[in-house]
């Protein structure tokens, strides 16, 4: 059974993989948007754009695993064939993971493009283990939260719009341009509820070196995050089925 | 349970919030035999099939599909059945031969027996030679063919086929049968719904009439036919539409069943020959109407679908959304 289970999250991922994710608008709004943003912020101040490294990558695994999550299971729910999937001998949280991981894989593959061109480019060292450490949790848990959001509602444009909101309070709340500490403390409590704090977190420290041990809790709440995403949406999708 | 049958369903009922979408139904399919559960749209057919292969929950009652209980075992079940739904849901991105991989990957066929089988079934469907097509270029037809082909993949013990020639051409609808009925031959059980009458009494070795969430009746085509062929029908055309004037002429005929079959055509079930004549006669005489034709016919299972529910043959002739299939 888990065998199952197994293979089927695999090969719709790599399916989702060929149908949705490695095509121009996927990859466009995984990683054109996030150069753009940060590419703005180094023309108005071009130095210390180290400093926006982590907040780059940190946007890159947001808008990538996003991106087509939030479209693809309404997508399917609408075409028929989201039930093609259910109808295998695998479990509905099985093709809900399937769908997350295919996300995750093209985060995965982003990151990995964006995180080694500044490294390369800037001549930065950043603490691999770390850095794993903090992007593969956090793939995740944007991939799982696009998912929720995505079955919480019926159509496509309504996921995506509904994804724009917590996408662009993140943004601006979770020090991905503004470091949360210089942040009015209502608004502080606001960041520590959201995934992305975490993630730029991690990522800051990753890149600066320095203690590994909050690299550890910054991964932890990030799991935290992904369970709290995941067993609603599974929930979610199995009402669209009773 | 005797081993030669496949599918038990007993008391199955499915609401959906207030609406009662199948009605407590009984019924059992035996090892090797097509059979078709046939009624108008909002029947219940699809919600029935639903129910037995996972896809919604029964609300009351129970079910079992080659032994294992459709509650607690359905991913056991699913290891053992194909499913070919009324939309082909087919990946439009993916070529004929790759959404056939991708199934095969899915239901855990051995690698080293993919290929061979995703060409076998595109050979045996006569898509071979269409394989590197995407499936949205593909005909309708085609796009059905495909898509019972992946649902036999996994060589499953039975295939579900929900309206399986619903929106194809008369061709491509006769080619369909014809495959249908060599899977029989094959020794595989299937389970059919369908709303053509002519195609439950070509395919089916037993049907289910299913209307408003209830199944009224089973019985081969043949001996649904029998239970018409002992009363005499008489199909009577007039110069004009009778709608209007179908309560008075059935009121006529005491215990006589007077059904339209078109506006202007009605057919009438048992009673005396003679006495029928006589009557229509009086009748159009009456209303000054003029009786074009009148015949005697062979009862077909269309008679014995509207002998048995009482329905005119034009509610089975709507498709979903409300269009009228032409004939086929």
Known sequence: ?242 | MGNDLVIQASGLTKFYGELLAVDHINFEVKRGEIFGLLGPNGAGKTTTIRMLTGLSKPTEGKASVLGFDVGSEIVKIKRHIGVVPEISNLYDELSAFDNLMFMAQLYGVPRSQRRKRAEELLKIFGLYERKDSPFRALSRGMKRALTIAAGMIHNPKILFLDEPTVGLDVVAARSLRNLIANLRQQGMTIFLTTHYLKEADLLCDRVAIMVKGRIIKTGSPVSLKAEVEKESVIELSFDRDISELLEDLSNRFPGVKVVAVEPNKVRIYGGIPANIYDNVFRFAKNKGIEIQSVNSIKPTLEDAFIKITGLSPTIMAIEKGGRHNVAR
């Open chain 1, 1 to 242: 059974m888990w065998r199952d289970n197994l293979r089927g999250i695999y090969y719709i991922a790599l399916k989702d993989m060929r149908t949705y994710y490695l095509k121009p608008p996927s990859v466009s709004w995984g990683i054109i948007f996030p150069v753009a943003w940060i590419l703005a912020f180094y023309l108005r101040n071009p130095r210390g754009f180290e400093e926006l490294v982590p907040g780059l990558i940190a946007m890159t695994i947001l808008f990538s695993t996003t991106a087509a999550e939030a479209v693809v299971i309404n997508f399917e729910l609408r075409l028929g064939s989201l039930e093609r999937l259910l109808l295998a001998p695998i479990s509905l949280p099985s093709v809900l993971l399937g769908k997350v991981l295919g996300g995750a894989i093209f985060g995965l593959l982003m990151v990995t493009v964006v995180t080694i061109s500044s490294a390369l480019t800037l001549g930065l060292h950043p603490n691999i283990p770390c850095l794993i450490l903090i992007v593969i949790p956090s793939l995740f848990v944007f991939s799982s939260l696009g998912a929720l959001l995505c079955v919480l509602v019926k159509e496509v444009f309504e996921a995506q719009t509904l994804l724009n909101l917590p996408r662009f309070i993140m943004i601006f709340l979770c020090g991905v341009i503004y470091p949360v500490s210089a942040m009015p403390k209502v608004l502080q409590y606001f960041a520590y509820v959201m995934p992305l704090t975490y993630t730029v977190d991690g990522l800051r420290r990753a890149f600066s070196a320095t203690s590994s041990t909050m690299v550890f809790a910054d991964t932890l709440v990030l799991m935290g995050f992904f369970v709290l995403f995941i067993l609603p949406a599974i929930k979610l999708l199995y009402k669209k089925f009773e």
